[in-house]
């Protein structure tokens, strides 16, 4: 399944216009910048590194009105580092998120 969401693509239409070519450099900024967050997620070995990196990926998703990643961010704050299922949970957005 594709991930599609009206308010993201809002916030993309409004700061891209008419642009396609920001638009797509703007959805692939975003893609980059999820991945970094999971890296430093899974990289995470106690609980306050565990949590800023949660807080920077629901940061993220906020300014990009991405409520299906801020939803999973929100996840992370609530389990423990490394939980397995956050993890794979933020995979699978990533790999739904361009088809």
Same mark, same amino acid.
């Given at each position: &399944?594709? @991930?599609?969401?009206?308010?993201? !693509? %809002?916030? *993309? /239409?409004?700061? /891209? ?10 959805? %692939?900024? $975003?893609?980059? %910048? ?12 106690? !609980?306050? +590194?565990? @949590? ?11 300014? $990009?009105?991405?409520?299906? *990643? &801020?939803?999973?961010?929100? %996840?992370?704050? !609530? ?12 995979? /699978? $957005?990533? !790999? +739904? $998120?361009?088809?």
């Amino acid at each position: &399944m594709a @991930y599609h969401s009206a308010s993201f !693509d %809002s916030a *993309l /239409a409004k700061a /891209a216009g008419e642009d396609a070519r920001i638009a797509a450099e703007l959805r %692939s900024a $975003f893609l980059g %910048s999820v991945e970094q967050r999971l890296d430093l997620l899974k990289r995470a070995r106690c !609980d306050a +590194n565990w @949590y800023q990196a949660a807080e920077r990926l629901r940061g993220l998703a906020a300014s $990009f009105a991405a409520d299906e *990643l &801020m939803t999973l961010a929100e %996840s992370a704050l !609530d389990a423990a580092p490394g939980e397995p299922t956050v993890v794979r949970s933020i995979e /699978a $957005f990533i !790999d +739904n $998120f361009g088809e």
